[in-house]
């Protein structure tokens, strides 16, 4: 108990308050007694200093040893820990190319260790995901400008009625971007009544309950067993009774058909992949073995390491308050409780040799027969179950997508991402390898900060400065974090708007005129109409290549947005695209251009879709050729044995689904000998023993994706590869109803969605055969069997905190 105490204060006390403290220490030395910046923060920790030299001083004169001790841990912490900051620190006062939270100055560093982007979540006491918000609590913020602090925003934080309160809350996020709402209510059986609002409160019972069963259960115990019985294949497990997808197993007929069925009857490409490790639970029970011999041999040492377990293991599911579902498996979390159970697998042998001593009668012989049987029975058959799907030697797959990203635009381009997944990777290929230095990729997720939208004002790389329209002043801390709709006198909202005006002499205005007056008084900042347009300088578009020579160029684009209101990262991409005004390309990786209603004037341009004023245009025909005929690659996934999980599996459809659209169009077009050559370099260049078209996922999004590559050949004419693809899906489509039959009735229902799926697709699969093998038939429309209704590279919600 007292080392828990001791670790709290650590966490928050000395890491955050301290650091907290030397923040405000510079505010008052900076505002108040104008000195530079940093010089409170050097003041207050050469006090601290001061102050640990006096305790120990006085620790020594008085023969104080645990003060002693404590001062220099204390110390330890302080300076030892706090060092590696500095560099943090003096990074960012560089301004590299990638600054990340721009922790320029004490402040700023408040925030980046308390993970203040990140949000905050209860542990012990706090509300439930149906809780209505009673008030908001706000906090001044400082920023850095003109040469001081200045106070310029508020951190907001809401505050819920002490009726909707109570010990223990495990189903608290309110929020639906990724579902976690919704989660819950399936989970617990909660409906919404006809106005929309939940039926009734969870119970402190079923709080009690989704900790056990998903919190610790599903989302802890599961991957424990991944590491110590087996593991079922890579396919994320999001749902606790699809037996399925990411499940533990051991390998033993008996005991995995009792929990998930029939294991033989899995489809050929759950069955044989390679993250099936068949551990048969024999480092689990090595290491229960080595957990009895240390608890009869020491108890003491057995609390140790038990606490180290702990600590690093269920500690961590309840601090971290996991929301339902997750958008990845979070398994890598909890490592730490791993490694301390493979203390108690190496203790495990002791055990087993001092067992083989009764028999052997013999000190080396029991030693040498422990060795090799406890070597064979776990380190060994972990290395032949797990060390092809931990291998990455030959896969390149991250800076390849990079690439072919990068190499899909035009010079001097803006590519808006959406995530780090997606755009981590494309720094990487610009920063490390030197690709494309000429662009400027933007995470959009990053807009909605000050810092982020300010460094877009400076070169980087090869890249010129962009013009965000809105002075640094202007977007500092909270100020128009959100943009509101509201009409004003004198503009027509039926009439579409110039967005640079909008933007500029609307939004970016401080005229209370051009203001609204909000609920607590304070003025908000407004945009006046939701329909917009930009204007097309025909002579910039044709002379930098905006257009081709045969495009119908608008003289304006115009769009609606659709909601009431636009978040700052949003507000931030129309700034970019209005102050733009064509003179550089501007990309997104999402079709869907930001969800801001683009969507008719983006054109496909490889992987990325560019910004066009061309209504409609699709895919520019000549450019992916040329590009996704030379300049993409594929992550070896020309070569042998290497081997692709599932959200490698998911960038690899992106690839496909790409080749696939390009190859449908050009086809569509007359161009069908060019479709051919594309639909057989993505054919050659993703080996099927790698990744195959037929294939289990989620939702069936896998086989989609090659339903869309199947469709591409018949256009072209290439009925040896939609043969082929055909074949291969209807394959893992057949297998999978086998499979589904198999089960039992509740494991059935379980399923039943992901059968109904398969089944679906079953028929629609033989519709399309028949419909390309009777001659002059039209090709499939929008609702098609095997349509992508939703592109595999889509707009993501930032993720959650649960690290």
């Given at each position: 108990m007292v080392g828990c105490l001791i670790t709290g204060i650590t966490q928050k006390a000395m890491i955050q308050w301290t650091i907290k403290g030397s923040g405000y220490f510079d505010v008052f030395f900076v505002n108040t007694l104008g000195l530079p910046f940093f010089s409170g923060f050097a003041f207050f920790f050469l006090l601290i200093a001061a102050l640990i030299y006096v305790g120990l001083k006085f620790a020594e004169k008085n023969n104080h040893n645990f003060l002693k001790l404590g001062l220099w841990s204390f110390a330890f912490i302080m300076f030892g820990t706090f060092s590696s900051y500095f560099t943090t620190l003096a990074r960012s006062n560089a301004n590299p190319?990638?600054?990340?939270?721009?922790?320029?100055?004490?402040?700023?560093?408040?925030?980046?260790?308390?993970?203040?982007?990140?949000?905050?979540?209860?542990?012990?006491?706090?509300?439930?995901?149906?809780?209505?918000?009673?008030?908001?609590?706000?906090?001044?913020?400082?920023?850095?400008?003109?040469?001081?602090?200045?106070?310029?925003?508020r951190k907001s934080s809401y505050v819920y009625a002490a009726e909707d309160k109570h010990l223990f809350p495990r189903m608290w996020d309110a929020s639906n971007d990724q579902g976690h709402a919704d989660y819950y209510a399936g989970w617990a059986g909660i409906g919404k009544d006809k106005d929309g609002s939940w039926e009734r409160k969870p119970t402190v019972g079923e709080n009690i309950a989704f900790a056990f069963s998903y919190q610790m259960t599903w989302m802890y115990w599961r991957y424990f067993m991944w590491n110590f019985a087996g593991k079922q294949n890579d396919v994320q497990g999001i749902h606790m009774s699809n037996v399925r997808d990411g499940n533990w197993k051991t390998g033993i007929g008996f005991w995995d058909t009792a929990r998930l069925g029939n294991q033989d009857t899995m489809p050929d490409s759950v069955k044989y992949n390679k993250a099936n490790n068949k551990l048969f639970a024999l480092p689990l029970i090595l290491g229960l073995l080595g957990l009895f011999y240390q608890f009869k041999k020491d108890r003491n040492?057995?609390?140790?390491?038990?606490?180290?377990?702990?600590?690093?293991?269920?500690?961590?599911?309840?601090?971290?308050?996991?929301?339902?579902?997750?958008?990845?498996?979070?398994?890598?979390?909890?490592?730490?409780?791993?490694?301390?159970?493979?203390?108690?697998?190496?203790?495990?042998?002791?055990?087993?040799?001092?067992?083989?001593?009764?028999?052997?009668?013999?000190?080396?012989?029991?030693?040498?027969?422990?060795?090799?049987?406890?070597?064979?029975?776990?380190?060994?058959?972990?290395?032949?179950?797990?060390?092809?799907?931990?291998?990455?030697?030959?896969?390149?797959?991250?800076?390849?997508?990079?690439?072919?990203?990068?190499?899909?635009?035009?010079?001097?381009?803006?590519?808006?991402?959406?995530?780090?997944?997606?755009?981590?990777?494309?720094?990487?290929?610009q920063e490390v390898e030197g690709i494309r230095k000429d662009i400027r990729v933007i995470n959009s997720s990053l807009l909605g900060t000050d810092w982020y939208i300010n460094q877009l004002r400076y070169k980087v790389n090869q890249s010129d400065p962009i013009d965000p329209i809105w002075t640094p002043e202007q977007i500092e801390g909270a100020t128009r974090?959100?943009?509101?709709?509201?009409?004003?006198?004198?503009?027509?909202?039926?009439?579409?708007?110039?967005?640079?005006?909008?933007?500029?002499?609307?939004?970016?205005?401080?005229?209370?005129?051009?203001?609204?007056?909000?609920?607590?008084?304070?003025?908000?900042?407004?945009?006046?109409?939701?329909?917009?347009?930009?204007?097309?300088?025909?002579?910039?578009?044709?002379?930098?290549?905006?257009?081709?020579?045969?495009?119908?160029?608008?003289?304006?684009?115009?769009?609606?947005?659709?909601?009431?209101?636009?978040?700052?990262?949003?507000?931030?991409?129309?700034?970019?695209?209005?102050?733009?005004?064509?003179?550089?390309?501007?990309?997104?990786?999402?079709?869907?251009?930001?969800?801001?209603?683009?969507?008719?004037?983006?054109?496909?341009?490889?992987?990325?879709?560019?910004?066009?004023?061309?209504?409609?245009?699709?895919?520019?025909?000549?450019?992916?050729?040329?590009?996704?005929?030379?300049?993409?690659?594929?992550?070896?996934?020309?070569?042998?044995?290497?081997?692709?999980?599932?959200?490698?599996?998911?960038?690899?459809?992106?690839?496909?689904?790409?080749?696939?659209?390009?190859?449908?169009?050009?086809?569509?077009?007359?161009?069908?000998?060019?479709?051919?050559?594309?639909?057989?370099?993505?054919?050659?260049?993703?080996?099927?023993e790698n990744f195959p078209y037929g294939m289990v996922s989620r939702n069936q999004l896998h086989n989609q994706f090659s339903l869309q590559m199947a469709i591409a050949a018949y256009k072209a004419e290439d009925t040896v590869l939609a043969a082929k693809i055909v074949k291969s899906v209807k394959k893992d489509l057949e297998q999978q109803m086998a499979y589904y039959s198999s089960l039992s009735d509740s494991k059935q229902e379980a399923m039943q969605n992901e059968a109904a799926d398969a089944e679906r697709m079953l028929k629609g699969l033989q519709q399309l055969v028949t419909q390309f093998s009777t001659p002059q038939q039209p090709a499939p429309n929008a609702e098609a069997p095997g349509q992508i209704k939703n592109p595999p590279v889509v707009k993501k919600a930032a993720d959650t905190p649960k690290h």
């Open positions: 190319a990638l600054d990340m939270s721009n922790v320029d100055n004490p402040i700023n560093l408040v925030s980046y260790l308390a993970r203040e982007q990140y949000g905050d979540w209860p542990i012990l006491y706090g509300q439930d995901f149906t809780a209505e918000v009673a008030d908001v609590k706000t906090e001044e913020t400082y920023v850095k400008s003109n040469g001081k602090y200045e106070k310029n925003g040492d057995v609390v140790a390491v038990g606490l180290l377990f702990f600590f690093t293991g269920l500690a961590i599911v309840f601090y971290l308050n996991q929301a339902g579902n997750q958008p990845r498996e979070r398994d890598y979390a909890f490592v730490g409780s791993f490694y301390a159970f493979a203390i108690w697998i190496g203790l495990g042998v002791l055990y087993v040799k001092e067992l083989l001593q009764k028999l052997i009668k013999s000190d080396s012989g029991a030693n040498i027969a422990a060795a090799i049987l406890c070597t064979l029975a776990v380190p060994v058959i972990m290395a032949t179950q797990e060390w092809d799907d931990h291998d990455r030697s030959k896969k390149t797959l991250a800076r390849d997508l990079a690439t072919d990203y990068l190499e899909s635009c035009a010079p001097n381009a803006i590519v808006i991402s959406y995530g780090d997944n997606d755009t981590y990777p494309l720094w990487y290929a974090d959100i943009l509101y709709n509201a009409p004003k006198p004198g503009v027509d909202p039926n009439q579409y708007m110039d967005l640079y005006t909008m933007m500029k002499d609307w939004a970016g205005s401080d005229d209370p005129n051009k203001m609204e007056q909000g609920r607590d008084g304070s003025m908000l900042n407004i945009f006046p109409s939701k329909k917009v347009s930009i204007p097309v300088d025909m002579n910039v578009v044709r002379q930098n290549g905006t257009v081709n020579a045969n495009d119908s160029v608008l003289s304006s684009i115009q769009f609606e947005l659709s909601k009431n209101y636009i978040y700052k990262n949003d507000a931030a991409v129309l700034n970019i695209i209005a102050a733009n005004k064509w003179k550089r390309p501007i990309y997104f990786t999402s079709p869907d251009g930001s969800g801001l209603g683009l969507q008719p004037y983006i054109r496909q341009d490889g992987l990325t879709y560019r910004l066009v004023p061309v209504k409609n245009a699709d895919v520019n025909r000549d450019w992916v050729v040329d590009k996704m005929m030379n300049k993409f690659v594929f992550g070896s996934a020309d070569k042998k044995g290497v081997y692709y999980d599932e959200e490698n599996r998911r960038h690899l459809n992106s690839i496909r689904y790409a080749y696939a659209q390009a190859a449908g169009n050009l086809a569509d077009n007359g161009r069908k000998e060019d479709a051919r050559k594309l639909l057989a370099k993505c054919d050659k260049s993703m080996l099927e």
